[in-house]
């Protein structure tokens, strides 16, 4: 399919944010190329909740529509591969997949996403968009302003604990990871979080915490911050600065969307803060039409 052709835009990456920046370069009638390797990050989730139109809905199901909607121009490529490798300069990228093809672009966007690493809990991981959360915009409703957990990774946990009270009554698990200043424990006091600093054994049942000194604790859900980094080095393999975020690590981009690397655009998760699906389209919109604009004007 690519060998010899070249398209305007690849972009890497087909879920929200990639699918939102291809729509505008469809529209705009430019040849381009997705590849996506089929993993975004709210799969653990049986609903996607929060976005216009689509509150509610599976991820997956939002995902198709984009997808089919998106496939109706003519102009618009797609495969389900992964890009391994990202060469070349503005005007000339080369990308080559996990199936050993190589396809040629001028302008790179990178829609990649974020991977998340939870704090080493026994039971967290497996419970992750069932039971176990990071964005109560995205889950707290759900719970029915029942009683809910916020697991400490570190300072910035602070911050979710003394939101979660407007969802429901909350227990904040320091397990020993995190001090409390009396600044820190004014503020949590204030907003009526209960502060457990006894170490967690292990999560079970649905969202329950076994303490190491045999207590259990029940919940309708837990929250945590995850560390994000990107979820693959595309962009650090092509030299794209890096930046950090409170969560972790993201592509720097400037207003444009673009990366330090001239041509390479970022959008999504991996280039924005804070993280949600209506969030990472607005992104996505707005790098395709960059990206689209530097095609006409350089
Ligand atoms: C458990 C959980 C639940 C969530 N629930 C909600 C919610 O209810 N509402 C909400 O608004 N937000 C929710 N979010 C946040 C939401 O999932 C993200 O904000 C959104 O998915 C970001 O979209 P994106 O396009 O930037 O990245 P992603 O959706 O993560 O997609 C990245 C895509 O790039 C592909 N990819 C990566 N590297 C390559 C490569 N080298 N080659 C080809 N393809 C590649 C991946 O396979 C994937 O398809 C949730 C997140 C989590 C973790």
């Not at 503005?90 to 190589?102: C, I, L, P, Q, Y």
């Not at 009554?169 to 949590?188: P, V, W, Y």
């Not at 699906?277 to 039409?289: E, M, R, S, T, Y």
Request: charged share 20%; with cysteine; glycine share 12%.
């Amino acid at each position: 399919m690519g060998f010899f052709m070249k398209y305007g835009v690849i972009i890497i990456g087909g879920s929200y944010s990639g699918m939102s920046a291809a729509l505008q370069l469809a529209r705009a009638r430019q040849k381009i190329l997705v590849l996506d390797g089929g993993k975004r990050r709210n799969r653990f989730a049986d609903h996607s909740n929060g976005f216009l139109t689509q509150d509610g809905i599976a991820p997956d199901e939002i995902a198709r529509t984009a997808r089919q909607q998106l496939l109706a121009y003519p102009s618009v490529y797609w495969t389900d591969q992964m890009a391994t490798d990202i060469s070349g300069e503005k005007d000339h990228f080369t990308v080559s997949t996990d199936a050993s093809e190589r396809f040629h672009g001028k302008r790179i966007i990178l829609a990649i996403g974020v991977s998340d690493t939870l704090p080493d809990v026994k039971g967290l991981q497996e419970r992750w968009g069932q039971t176990v959360f990071h964005c109560p915009y995205c889950h707290g409703y759900e719970l029915g302003q029942k009683d809910i957990a916020v697991i400490a990774v570190g300072e910035n946990s602070v911050h979710q604990a003394l939101m979660l009270p407007d969802w429901g009554a909350t227990t904040f698990f320091t397990d020993g990871r995190l001090t409390l200043n009396d600044e820190m424990s004014a503020k949590l006091a204030h907003r009526g979080v209960e502060v457990e600093h006894t170490p967690i054994a292990r999560i079970t049942g649905s969202a329950d915490v076994y303490l190491t000194d045999g207590r259990t604790l029940s919940f309708a859900g837990i929250f945590v911050a995850s560390r994000n980094k990107p979820s693959t080095s595309l962009g650090e393999g092509l030299g794209c600065a890096i930046e950090e975020t409170p969560f972790g690590t993201q592509l720097q981009t400037d207003a444009n969307k673009e990366t330090s690397i001239p041509g390479v655009f970022a959008c999504g998760d991996v280039a924005r803060v804070p993280h949600s699906v209506a969030l990472a389209v607005a992104d996505g919109a707005w790098a395709g039409a960059s990206a689209h604009g530097t095609l006409i004007f350089g």
